[in-house]
């Protein structure tokens, strides 16, 4: 609602982290003509901190085109010269779109005919009017496939993200397959309804790339002098009847 920022800022001011990660949508920078990212940005620089800002695209990580903005900071009374750059997008991603997908998928995500026609008709109004709105299909056969970014809203007609089938109207994903889009593995637990979970997903951060720069932080701050009792390095190891990658 606007308003969770300044209670970030009362915990950075009570709290004085060595360092912070926030994450917001990319437009931030834009917002309101810039008006917005501007305060946020003077806000931390008047609560002592330097802070690196960047515009990162989950598709490096997850089969998924999703911009962040990604703002990390660092008390200047204790690094006044500290420099940091964001973690070079490795070189082929963990999972790819064909392999977060159930095997087995329940007949109530295949859209209705109804709704399939509404979506396509829709679509073509757009087109003829020059604009770029309308449905997001993606066929999982494709090498490299990506999906749009996943919303908040996506349980409403899932249009955003539609799964090509063979045969039949295509689906949107299930809540499962919404969490290996962003990341989790299959231990998470989805204890909510559908549309509860695809509203959370929507509105969560990509796993893999808050581990990556959170990686980064915590060794640039072990260079500074600072240690750090961390958990085991996060390894991907394929499950032996699934065949989709967890934790380990």
């Not at 790819?96 to 509404?118: A, F, N, P, R």
């Amino acid at each position: 609602q606007g308003n969770l920022f300044f209670d970030i800022v009362r915990i950075l001011n009570h709290k004085k982290p060595l360092a912070f990660l926030l994450e917001n949508v990319k437009h931030l920078r834009t917002h309101n003509k810039g008006k917005t990212y501007k305060i946020i940005e003077n806000t931390l620089l008047d609560l002592g901190y330097k802070i690196f800002p960047k515009i990162v695209d989950a598709i490096h990580y997850v089969p998924q085109h999703r911009e962040r903005i990604f703002i990390v900071g660092f008390r200047k009374d204790i690094y006044p010269d500290i420099e940091f750059n964001f973690p070079t997008p490795p070189i082929k991603r963990r999972l790819e779109l064909k392999q977060i997908l159930e095997e087995k998928v329940d007949g109530k995500y295949t859209l209705s005919s109804k709704l399939w026609k509404y979506l396509k008709n829709y679509a073509l109004k757009h087109r003829r009017r020059g604009n770029g709105f309308g449905f997001g299909l993606v066929d999982p056969s494709e090498p490299n496939t990506a999906t749009r970014t996943l919303s908040a809203r996506y349980y409403k007609d899932g249009s955003e993200i539609l799964i090509k089938q063979k045969g039949k109207n295509p689906r949107r994903l299930t809540p499962r397959e919404c969490a290996r889009l962003m990341g989790f593995d299959d231990s998470f637990h989805i204890p909510v309804s559908d549309t509860q979970a695809y509203k959370q997903f929507g509105n969560a951060v990509v796993v893999d790339v808050v581990d990556a720069v959170a990686d980064k932080i915590l060794k640039k701050l072990t260079l500074y002098g600072h240690s750090f009792q961390t958990k085991k390095k996060l390894e991907y190891v394929p499950d032996k009847i699934t065949g989709h990658a967890t934790r380990a």
